[in-house]
């Protein structure tokens, strides 16, 4: 073999060599924040990032800068969940604008390190309908660079920010966002994470921890609120449910609220928990730092199995339910899904897990599926509860709220309690008391009577006995009262004050008749009576029903 043979071959096998070692190789870059203007939790102060795309390290880097090096190609930033670039900027224009404008500018910064080419960054419109927003980098002395703006859903809900086919020879990055949210959640463990990927085909990940402070500082007052609509004489309801809170507190991050007491649930869902799952309503959210028509067109979908010991109506289950979710879905480009477990013993659905964005409201309709509406109502008075937990650690908030219902008849008017009754055996010295008592039409029953006596009779303590009794199982004390006879209703505690006897109902009653004569009722002193003076006597009684209002009536 010649020498000059012998050297090419050499040469040819050291080439070989450096470009296996470099395929082998990783690019490694090097990522640093500086949150020197604040930490607070749901604020946004500038933050600035730091990237240093050391091409290759070791033997691999030197041999590749001597044979034309390697540079990044691709980056993406990965922010943790919380982190989050506003897109209202100028009303939402930003991301619909095709080019920059001045009240877009959302950062700033420098490729290549100090010296470097300038650069500044801007919304615009999405470059594809699965990105939020476009970032339009404008680099001096350069092409504009086009990053695109994406919310990832795994493993939690965040925006990442990704370049593509960067010019080649590309050192370093230094970015700073003007003003991105912070998280409402102190978690020590959230980081800032950088991909990138080289010109020659390698790659390399790393991240920087991103403090967050004062989370427990952050106010956090939510409320809720419920509509019920019945749709024409069948009784069916659509069911609206909102929760909100004003901006510039924490978020939630689990949702439980109980369906209205005044709510069925219509067998129409029966098919959604044995067959298949059904859209049954819509979901929309607002949010100070995303355009309006971004968490719009939302659905509710009801699916899963009902066990098999559950029968009957669904209204009335009281076996147990597995696997039985409500999901809240949203298309792209905010395309992420949350599930609830909903629970038809409690009537309750509890979302967990909810990204930590801020939601000025949240509001759920259930219009039903294709059978009909979810719900029927009764039309009467209810209430909705639910009970909020904030992303910053802070306690529950639990409310509750009256519901409103529209295209119920009107209520009917409410009358007032009657009595009528009479005093007898004022003359013979032995009197006696009758009483009949009616609640007001449409009014609710009674609940308690309060008795006063014209001034020559009264009631005797003597005539409130207790007895001790005594069952197989159990020992009590029960009362008597010596002289009344009740049609209905039962005592269930009597007592003499200031003069009037008040008798506590066991059991609300729609009338009630009651005889009191001796030895209850007693005459103090025997007097002749004349016309004039048996007018006079009188007897008062208040009516009280189960809502604690009184109507005073006299009874002569």
């Given amino acids: 073999m010649s020498i000059r043979t012998a050297l090419a071959a050499m040469l040819v096998g050291a080439v070989m060599a450096i470009f296996a070692v470099a395929a082998n190789a990783t690019i490694a870059p090097k990522l640093t924040l500086n949150q020197s203007a604040g930490t607070a939790a749901g604020s946004s102060p500038a933050i600035a990032m730091n ?108 925006f990442n920010l990704s370049y593509s086919n960067l010019s080649p020879g590309i050192t370093a990055l230094q970015l700073t966002l003007d003003s991105a949210r912070l998280p409402s959640s102190c978690s020590p463990t959230e980081n800032v994470t950088v991909g990138a990927s080289s010109w020659q085909g390698s790659s390399g990940v790393t991240t920087a921890p991103l403090t967050v402070t004062g989370c427990n500082a952050l106010p956090y007052a939510p409320a809720v609120a419920a509509t019920v609509l019945q749709e024409g004489e069948n009784s069916g309801a659509l069911l609206t449910t909102t929760f909100t809170q004003p901006a510039g507190g924490s978020a ?32 929309s959210a607002e949010s100070p730092l995303l355009p309006p028509p971004a968490l719009s067109s939302g659905k509710l979908v009801l699916g899963g199995t009902v066990s098999a010991a559950a029968t009957g109506e669904l209204s ?5 339910v597995n696997g039985v979710v409500l999901t809240m879905s949203f298309p792209s480009p905010y395309g992420f899904s949350l599930s609830a477990p909903v629970d038809f013993t409690e009537h309750t659905i509890t979302f967990s897990g909810m990204p930590d964005i801020p939601l000025t409201s949240l509001s759920f309709k259930f219009t039903g599926p294709p059978g009909g509406p979810a719900f029927a109502t009764t039309c009467k008075p209810g209430k909705i509860t639910a009970t909020l937990t904030p ?41 006696k008391l009758r009483l009949h008592a009616v609640h007001g039409s449409n009014a609710p029953d009674i609940a308690s009577l309060s008795i006063a006596l014209p001034a020559s009779l009264g009631f005797r303590h003597s005539a409130l006995v207790k007895h001790r009794v005594c069952r197989p199982t159990w020992c009590g004390t029960r009362l008597s009262v010596r002289g009344l006879s ?30 009191a004569d001796g030895p209850l009722l007693a005459e103090h002193g025997h007097h002749e009576l004349g016309a004039q003076d048996t007018a006079a006597l009188a007897a008062t009684v208040v009516i009280t029903d189960t809502r604690g209002h009184g109507t005073a009536v006299s009874v002569a």
Avoid at 399 to 420: D, F, R, Y
């Fill in 51 to 158: 990237v240093d795309f050391t091409p290759l390290s070791g033997v691999a880097g030197d041999l590749l800068g001597e044979v034309g090096g390697d540079s990044v190609k691709n980056v993406t930033f990965a922010f943790p969940k919380g982190f989050m670039v506003n897109l209202d900027l100028d009303g939402g224009a930003c991301v619909v604008a095709s080019t920059p404008i001045p009240s877009c500018h959302i950062g700033s910064g420098v490729i290549d390190g100090p010296g470097g080419q300038a650069l500044n960054m801007y919304l615009i419109a999405a470059p594809r309908s699965t990105d939020v927003a476009g970032v339009e980098t404008t680099v001096e002395g350069g092409a504009p660079l086009i990053g695109e703006l994406t919310l990832g859903t795994v493993p939690e809900i965040g």
């Fill in 252 to 283: 939630t991050s689990a949702l439980e609220f109980a369906i209205p007491t005044d709510l069925k649930i219509n067998r129409v869902l029966q098919p959604c928990l044995e067959e298949k799952p059904c859209t049954v309503g819509t979901v």
């Fill in 316 to 320: 009335q289950l009281n076996a147990p």
């Fill in 391 to 431: 992303q910053d650690g802070n306690p529950v908030s639990k409310l509750s709220a009256p519901v409103k219902t529209i295209g119920c008849p009107a209520p009917k008017p409410v009358g007032k309690p009657k009595a009528s009754g009479a005093l007898y055996g004022l003359a013979s010295g032995r009197p």
């Fill in 486 to 515: 009740l049609s209905r209703g039962g005592v269930a505690r009597a007592r003499i004050r200031g003069g009037r006897l008040v008798i506590d109902f066991k059991h609300p009653v729609g009338s009630v008749s009651l005889t």
